[in-house]
């Protein structure tokens, strides 16, 4: 399958300063990509390239079969801002019935859009009136408008409740569904952990780790952690058992290595009658990220 987005060796500097370098990413229609990475890391100017504000020092770049900031690429991607800002006199339908006449698309679907994104009921209520989290639903119903094939979001859930959260993932998985790419940026790691397809870790203006979840776990081979629970009266046999263990309130805590895990688990699986319960707490993506972010330097 074609990809939506493909970047190949992609360069950026500002002077002095190496914003990019030999980047490479695709983007697959409907495809859920999360890019990861500290401030500064690169990711603003990636955006930006992409969207054709900015242009590349070096490498390649298609988007939607098409060159960033063609007329081809504008008409068929769509960007949602960290801080999306609206005029605060106007309402929601006002708002998104301009957007939608700028863009050549009929206005007469804007109130189903702003209900689409949880505004049905506010959208003859000024904008100046909405919450952070309100005008960042206009934004993302901006964003939606004319079917893009390629989204492109920073920070899309930025000063939005937990329910708003789920529910904007859960409108993202319906637009991958129908075949959109999209490509977010966030610091709020634990949502993306689940609801993206494929995590992409920039750091230093370098690509430093991408794939699965599953994957990167096995790239990184962080030490697993496992809590043991004993049965009451065999803590301390369980710790002889364990002696580089630590003994908390609640139990046992201990780690090993990822190569190690079966083992382990078959040690514990041999004194089952003296364990009450065993959790397996795999390398978070946050554990993750800061392994591959350190070992770039950062």
């Known amino acids: ?8 060796r992609l360069t950026k500097r500002f002077g002095g300063v190496h914003a990019l370098t030999d980047v490479s ?19 603003s100017t990636l955006m930006k390239i992409i969207l054709g504000l900015i242009s590349p020092d070096g490498g390649e770049i298609s988007v939607c079969g098409a060159t960033p900031g063609d007329a081809e690429a504008r008409e068929r991607v769509a960007y949602l801002p960290e801080n999306a800002a609206f005029h605060y006199a106007l309402t929601g339908l006002e708002q ?6 700028l863009r050549g698309v009929d206005p007469k ?17 000024r904008i100046g009136t909405y919450s952070k989290g309100m005008r960042q639903r206009v934004g993302l119903a901006q964003a939606l408008i004319g079917h893009p094939r390629l989204l492109v979001l920073d920070e899309p859930t930025s000063g939005l409740d937990p329910v708003s959260r789920r529910d904007f993932y859960e409108l993202l998985d319906g637009l991958a569904a129908e075949g959109a790419a999209i490509l977010l940026s966030s610091h709020a790691l634990t949502e993306v952990e689940a609801r993206t397809d494929r995590l992409l870790i920039l750091s230093g203006g370098r690509m430093v780790a991408g794939g699965s979840l599953s994957d990167l776990r096995s790239e990184a081979a962080l ?8 049965i009451n009266g065999y803590a301390s046999e369980l710790m002889e058992a364990f002696p580089n263990a630590i003994q908390t309130k609640e139990g046992l805590h201990l780690t090993c290595a990822q190569d190690d895990k079966l083992a382990t688990l078959a040690r514990i699986s041999e004194m089952r009658g003296k364990v009450a319960d065993l959790e397996v707490i795999p390398p978070s993506l946050e554990d993750i990220y800061s392994h591959f972010s350190r070992r770039d330097g950062q």
């Open 1 to 8: 399958m074609t990809s939506t987005l493909t970047i190949s």
């Open 25 to 43: 990413l695709t983007v697959a229609p409907g495809e859920r990509v999360a890019l990861l990475g500290h401030n500064g890391a690169g990711k």
């Open 96 to 101: 998104i019935t301009f957007y939608m006449r």
């Open 109 to 125: 679907g804007a109130r189903d859009l702003l209900g689409r994104v949880g505004l049905g009921d506010a959208a003859t209520r």
């Open 223 to 230: 030490p697993v952690a496992l809590h043991v629970t004993a």
